[in-house]
């Protein structure tokens, strides 16, 4: 059986609608042509970078996907142009250039790679020649876009060209270089009407504009300042949109051949490994959009009721995802462990997003927070699939190597697949593999709903150290430092917690105070690096005796205590035997001069309070026998010396 053909599809801000259509057209066409598509996806935009200064954090993060593949495991790769940010085609750039495959460049011009593009002359300049040649216009004036972009130019080489071909005022001062948003609405048209003061007139016959989105924009300023659309000015705008027919008036456009685009990419590769010669640049005609915008749909004729039904569907899918985001943040900060955050993560990921397979893979130092620097470590990385569905089934945990980006039974089905990065602000953690479905889903919703993952996940993490330093302290809060053993604080917590054992238990509690016989005489006589031994060794003798659950400490100075659940006279004599063998036997390895003895106080009893007692004043009530005990032995000691 021959092995499928697999393509590399690079692509961002994918629930745009212009970049939507391109996607819908290569799946289309790989599904039809038996070829695998996996899209590497980013949410990043030039806008957000521009206004919102954590954007340029995040997108590092959010641009390790373009990263992972190995080129050379692929037999094509398509970069979706138009999608992206212009830095970041630099960063691609990198990563094509060295592949040794077929590129295809998807609108825009690149002379090293095949180019399909959207026919600019003939599908932008029939906009411009309707309104000249159906409405008369005379004065036009033309909204461009950002100077950095290719296809400005071509926007604009086309406008100068079809103007003076019909003998048309045509000059620099007729084009404004606009933002391709909304926002450049009200300066445009203040700049325009502004020269069109400067010729005497009131306001040119028709705006010319480079995309749907300023169309829209300019259409609001002229609301703004009383002046109709179109028994004023006419306005169009470029793209074919959504946005273009959802307004009022509605805009006339051209649409441009988005899906057609997305098509040819995947002929075009079929040619190129067939053999077949391709030119460099393959061009797809759109078609104009004639609306109310220009004049010639009639403002009385509306489309409302599937304006309503567009925007009821929009909203209900943004407040359904919006309500997935809450629930995944709320049952993800209740989580008792990092599984039950993965459980939450699968579940939510199931309810409102559009999802119809999703599998998060993580990396095995998601937690460490890696900010992805060389692109050899996470080529070579092992990913662990820690939850995620397919359909309605679930997807067992399992590892794969990141080189085969997916897991084997996807690698093999023909479906397409996107990757998105699992990442907070520039640290990544690893990526989800999706089935997205892309009509009518807001971008920066979900891009949200990204981030919010990736903020929880990072939240867990830092809870995880919390937990660990918190460990740490409370650690170092009831340990003594030169033994190891609970100090005098360990031992109010630690009574209480073998008290309300045996008062459940109906046992006795034993408490035990040891005490070194003659540290003065070992310090004065040997050095306090002696002493400092005497007290390990007696510690150490302590938990090695301990093999009853007997908890060991050091209360102060010379003096130890041990306490004990369960416990009679017989245990506490086996366990001060062993003691004092593990003391002796110890000495005698290190050869010491000096003989090092204990003394030893036991107080065993069921644990039972007086009227108005507290359990720390039992505490210390336990304590003081053993002590009259162990002063007893000590006493007994001294005398035998003496």
Known sequence: MQKMKKIAVFVSSMYGSMVRDM????????????????FFASFSDEFSREVYDQYIKYDEGDIVPFKIPDLRDFDGAILVSTSFPAGYKERIDGILIESGIPVIILGGYDE????ILNDEESTFGSIIEHVIEEHGCKDIYHIAGKPIYQFTHMRVNCFKRILEEHGLPVSDDRIYYGTLWRDCGDPALDYILEQCKKDGKEHPDAIVCANDYMAVGVVDACRRRGIRVPEDIIVTGYDGIDVAYLGYPSITTSIQPFLEVGNESISVLEKLWNGEEVDRITKVRGRASINQSCGCVPMDKNNVEAIR???SNRMGKMEYLSQSMTNMILGMSSANDIEECFKVIEKNAKTDTGFKDFVLCLTP??????????DSVIKNEKMTVVAGFRGDKPVPRQEFNVKDILPADMLDDPNPYYIFSIHHLQYYMGYIIVSPELEDYNQLIMKSWLVNLGAMLENWRIRKELSVTVDTLENLYNRDMLTGLYNRRGYETFFDVKYKECVEEKKSLAVMVIDMDDLKEVNDNYGHSEGDYSLCTISEAMTKAAVDDEICLRTGGDEFVVIAGDYSGDKAVQYIERLRNHISN?????????????????????????????????SENYMKLADVEMYKEKKAHKAGRD
């Open 23 to 38: 996607q819908v057209g290569i799946q289309k066409a790989a599904l039809e042509h038996g070829v695998k598509v996996i």
């Open 112 to 115: 090293r790679y095949y180019n």
């Open 309 to 311: 039904q567009v925007y």
């Open 365 to 374: 130092n998601w937690d460490k927070q890696t900010v992805v620097v060389d």
């Open 586 to 618: 110890r000495i005698k390895r290190d050869k010491k001069p000096y003989k090092l003895d204990v003394s030893v106080g036991v107080c065993i009893r069921e644990p039972l309070l007086k009227e108005g007692e507290s359990i720390l004043e039992l």
